[in-house]
């Protein structure tokens, strides 16, 4: 994977950012338009119009940076909104179970034969 991107262009941070915060590895390419530094052949030859930020996963090429976030973060982690779900489910369990036992003990009190004496403590 490429980016290819100028350090100040702020969609150029955006698109960094979301590949830093997933831990994805990829080649970095600075690219400044000013002086024309690193814009030869092969950079025209996948981005005509010369536009900031470009990534590269093999033959897919994007050039909007929403398209490129959105693109990292449904490469990296596929089944996060499944994690999501399974982890709300645990706590609702979790919440339930609490409540039960509650329940549980409140009764065990109630029907103990010296509940009198239990209150008093």
Avoid: W
């Avoid at 709300?88 to 029907?111: G, K, P």
């Amino acid at each position: 994977m490429q980016l290819y991107h100028h350090p100040y262009s702020l969609d150029s941070q955006k698109v960094r950012l979301a590949l830093e915060e997933k831990g994805i590895d990829y080649t970095s390419n600075h690219v400044n338009p000013i002086t024309g530094k690193n814009m030869d052949a092969s950079f025209f030859g996948i981005n005509q119009s010369a536009k900031l930020p470009v990534f590269q996963n093999g033959s897919h090429i994007i050039f909007d940076t929403i398209e490129i976030i959105q693109y990292v973060s449904s490469f990296a982690f596929p089944f996060l909104p499944l994690f999501y779900r399974v982890y709300e489910l645990c706590l609702e369990a979790i919440s339930n179970l609490t409540q039960s036992m509650e329940v549980f003990f409140s009764l065990c009190y109630i029907s103990h034969p010296n509940a009198y004496m239990l209150r008093s403590i």
